[in-house]
């Protein structure tokens, strides 16, 4: 089959359809081949597709037939055969309820395959299946059409023409958007969901931004505050001025303003004359006629709070009379002062710090007239007695007080405004021509207000000018070295608030009338000089209680101080002892472990030298014993006796005793079994005599160096140990010996005498080890031995036993073990002795420590010679229990 692919554009005109009911026509004319049309889903759903096929011209009959199948979404839906039998000559065709369905935005494809030799007309119809889709009808939109392409016959292949590109180029053109498409969404909703978040950090770094703005401004505010309130402090005493608003008589009158209050601005006023500007003064604040008692208090506060920090603060008044330093500073009942307000503001912050402070408040009022103190919360004098007089007096460092004023504690406001109108009311009151009501008296109200100890703080107000007041302003403008607080009661009474380390506030009180201008303008000029008075920046107060307080703190401090560095000198030297008693413990036991390993040698030289004596005393025994064999050859063989005389020497030898021991002939004649055998022969190869002699001599002499010096004999053990090899008897087990006594070997061949009391085989001790262990140190009732290899080996056994014995005894009595058992330093050493050898010596002592010397020492030195010599021969261990 070729298929023709022909790229054509989309074209809509008007048989497009209403487009309200959601139809979609397209009229298309293809002049060749096949042709598909391309629509973009705007939404899933089933569509209905129709087709309209017209002046198909079949030219031919079925053979000829020029027929194509039209595939909708891949799918045929109409074939040859269908058009071929309802489609005849010159007559339209219109395949009606195609069916597609398109899932997501894929698009619908109708493709129209098949051989077309003339132009045809099709339109198709799509039309929104609203039955199986309830929602809101969104069509497609056609998004290319592809026409047939001019037939390659070239590309025809196996009787087809392969699809060339354009459709498929179309279909990944489709693809491809269809991903850019998506692509395109996704980066929009990543950039929506950045814009969003770029919108929200927007958000939060207006708000964050808008919060520092505010802090900003809050701590501007704060430390323009600060510095304003330093500058005041550190150069001016805070001048106020505030103008009375014309009375009604004086306006009555016809006087005229003369302060231009209209132009006034940031403390700036100036006085008219004329209508004419005259002069311009700068004071912290003005306030004109119409600004009421609230406004002047609002930036009063901070100097009546800051009593309560500590400070000394001194608010007055100042001006010519009647010009309202009495309505400013009391004010009236319906319309409070400065006094009352600011003894309210300070009851509220006392409340406010009630949980962390306790402020006892008391006020005085007291009146100074004529020079004269008079306390005016004292009630009237009784008649003929005269009031109280009262000096101020200096009670401390730059603290000035009136001893003898009346205090009243206030807790309230209530109480407070009772005081003043107490005192008010005790004003001396006459009469002026400025003013029925003014007095000629200063009236001060002192607040007094403790705070935890520290020293009072004092609000005074003053009403009245005084020249004393205004030569000490004077005096301080000049920073006079002399300033004359002392000339009047008022200044002296001042003093601690004008002085250097106060806060002050002047209010200077101006007449508007033109008719006072002169005075006006005086004052003006006085407060002027006043607002460049330097005063010094403000110190907090301390009382002498708190003072005193803290100097006991400082003094308790240092002694507690010294006491802590004599603790720590003591603990200092208790440290140092401590070090010098570890260095000299250390020291001790140092001297100890060489002590100890000194002992230890000590044993090693003691085992080797008893290792040779008993090696010594073993050939001494063969010796003897081959020495008996001749005799005994002798005896049995008489054809030999020049040889028997010449190696064992005479009868009367043999009949000698040996060693203290006397041999008995009939114990030589127990020995009958023996004759028969003479055969036998030692094959034990036996030193020479000299030899024996040598190795006795040496050892000897070692043990006992005094044996050097004597003549050199033969020694004789007076032990004696016979093999006899007559019968051969299984000798019994042989126990384990810790005792260095030689054994004797032939018991039964060879009776030896009796054993003296004083030559212990073993010691009670090693008795009653013996019969509490499995080893034993006594020697076995009958000991024989078969032959000379029995009898070697009975010596390798005693040596083996000696040596073991030794070693038990070295590891039961080591001084190390000794010492480490006991655990301390003041073990006595020389209870342990370790004595060894016939002719041994006395164990090297040492005494360590305090160790007690036990009896063993006594005992030794009632020994006789000879019995401590057996005693050592014997080869025990004197110990004394521990
Ligand atoms: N700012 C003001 N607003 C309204 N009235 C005022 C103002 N200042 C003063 N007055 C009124 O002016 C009159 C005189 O005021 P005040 O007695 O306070 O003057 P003074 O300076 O204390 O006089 P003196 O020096 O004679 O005692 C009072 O009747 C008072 O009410």
Redesign the pocket.
């Known amino acids: 089959m070729i298929v023709f692919w022909v790229v054509i554009t989309a074209r809509t005109d008007a048989t497009i359809g209403d487009g309200q009911n959601g139809d979609l026509s397209l009229y298309q004319t293809a002049r060749y081949g096949n042709f598909s049309y391309c629509f973009r889903a705007l939404e899933p759903g089933n569509y209905d597709v129709s087709l309209h096929l017209a002046e198909i011209v079949f030219t031919d009959g079925p053979p000829g037939l020029r027929v194509f199948d039209v595939f909708v979404q891949g799918k045929k839906v109409v074939s040859c055969l269908d058009i071929y039998a309802q489609v005849g000559a010159n007559r339209p065709l219109v395949v009606s309820d195609l069916k597609a369905f398109v899932e997501g935005d894929e698009g619908l494809l109708i493709r129209f395959e098949g051989l077309m030799g003339k132009p045809i007309v099709c339109g198709i119809s799509v039309t929104k299946d609203f039955s199986a889709n309830t929602g809101e009808a969104r069509l497609l939109q056609p998004i290319g059409m592809s026409l047939a392409a001019e037939c390659d016959s070239s590309k025809e292949e196996n009787g087809h023409l392969e699809v060339e590109g354009d459709y498929q180029k179309l279909l990944k053109d489709h693809e491809f958007q269809r991903k850019e498409f998506t692509d395109m969404r996704r980066a929009m909703d990543e950039l929506k969901r950045e814009n969003r978040l770029k919108s929200r950090e927007c958000q939060d770094a207006l708000k964050s931004l808008q919060e520092l703005q505010n802090e900003l401004m809050r701590k501007s505010m704060h430390v323009g505050w600060h510095i304003e309130f330093r500058i005041f402090l550190a150069g001016n005493i805070r001048v106020f001025c ?1 103008c ?2 014309l ?1 009604s008589e004086e306006v009555a009158a016809g006087a005229s303003m003369t302060i231009d209050f209209e132009s006034a601005k940031d403390g700036e006023l100036t006085v008219m004359s004329n209508g004419l500007p005259k002069k311009t003064f700068k004071f912290d604040a003005v306030f004109g ?1 119409r ?1 009421n008692q609230a406004d002047v208090f609002e930036d009063t506060a901070s100097f009546a709070s800051s009593v309560l920090d500590g400070y000394n603060v001194c608010i007055f ?1 100042y ?10 500073m009391e004010g ?1 009942e319906e319309d409070r002062g400065v006094n009352f307000r600011t003894l309210e503001q300070l009851f509220r912050m006392i409340k406010e710090r009630e949980k962390l402070f306790r402020y006892d408040v008391s006020v005085s009022v007291l009146e100074v007239y004529n020079e004269q103190i008079q306390d005016l919360l004292v009630s009237d004098s009784q008649p003929g007695v005269a009031a109280k007089r009262l000096e101020i007096r200096q009670a401390g460092e730059g603290l000035h007080h009136v001893p003898g004023l009346v205090e009243a504690n206030v807790h309230n406001m209530s109480e407070v405004w009772e005081v003043l109108q107490t005192g008010s009311n005790a004003r001396a009151v006459g009469s ?1 021509n ?2 029925e ?3 000629r008296s200063h009236c001060i109200h002192c607040v007094m207000t403790e705070v935890q100890g520290e020293r009072l703080k004092e609000t005074q107000n003053i ?2 000018s005084l020249s004393a007041l205004g030569d000490v302003i004077s005096a301080l403008a000049t920073k006079s070295p002399h300033i004359p607080f002392r000339n009047s009661k008022l200044t002296h009474l001042l003093q601690d608030s004008l002085g250097g380390d106060s806060k002050t506030l002047m209010f200077v ?1 101006i007449s508007p009338n033109e008719n006072d201008l002169g005075e006006t303008i005086c004052s003006l000029n006085f407060a002027s000089r006043v607002r460049g008075i330097e005063l010094g920046p403000a110190k907090r107060q301390l009382d002498n209680a708190e003072l005193l307080r803290y100097k006991q703190m400082a003094e308790k401090s240092k002694q507690d101080l010294k006491s802590k560095d004599v603790q720590i000198k003591k603990l200092e030297d208790t440290i140092n002892g401590l070090d010098l008693k570890t260095k000299e413990k250390d020291f001790k036991y140092k001297i100890l472990q060489d002590k100890v390993k000194e002992l230890e040698a000590q044993l090693l030289v003691e085992r080797k030298l008893a290792r040779q004596h008993v090696d010594t005393k073993i050939a001494e025994q063969q010796q003897q014993q081959q020495m008996k064999q001749h005799q005994d050859e002798q005896i049995i063989a008489p054809p030999r006796p020049p040889l028997a005389n010449r190696i064992l020497g005479s009868k009367k030898n043999f009949d000698e005793p040996v060693n203290g021991f006397a041999l008995n002939k009939e114990h030589i004649n127990l020995t009958q079994p023996l004759k028969g055998n003479t055969s036998y022969k030692s094959t034990i190869p036996l030193p020479s005599t000299e030899g024996i002699v040598k190795l006795t001599y040496s050892s000897e002499k070692e043990n006992n160096p005094v044996m050097a010096d004597q003549p050199r004999f033969l020694k004789k053990t007076g032990r004696a140990s016979i093999c006899t090899t007559a019968k051969r008897v299984l000798a019994a087990p042989v126990p384990r010996r810790n005792s260095m006594i030689p054994l004797p070997s032939v018991p039964s061949i060879v009776q030896l005498p009796s054993i003296p009391s004083s030559f212990p085989l073993c010691q009670e001790e090693d008795m009653k080890e013996d019969s509490e262990g499995s080893e034993t140190n006594c020697l076995p009732e009958h000991t024989q031995c078969d032959s000379p290899r029995d009898i070697r080996y009975g010596s390798k056994r005693i040596s083996t036993m000696l040596k073991r014995s030794l070693q038990k005894k070295g590891n039961m009595k080591s001084p190390l073990q000794q010492h480490m058992r006991r655990g301390g330093i003041n073990v006595g050493m020389e209870k342990v002795r370790v004595s060894i050898g016939s002719r041994g010596r006395i164990a090297h002592r040492v005494l360590l420590g305090n160790g007690r010397r036990t009896g063993m020492r006594e005992a030794q030195q009632k020994q006789m010679p000879g019995e401590k010599e057996r005693r050592w021969n014997s080869g025990t261990v004197a110990r004394t229990p521990i």
């Open positions: 505030r009375r608003p009375k006629p600004a008044a001006g010519q009379t009647g010009t309202g330093k009495t309505f400013t009236t002026t400025a003013n009501h003014s007095s009403n009245k009180q």
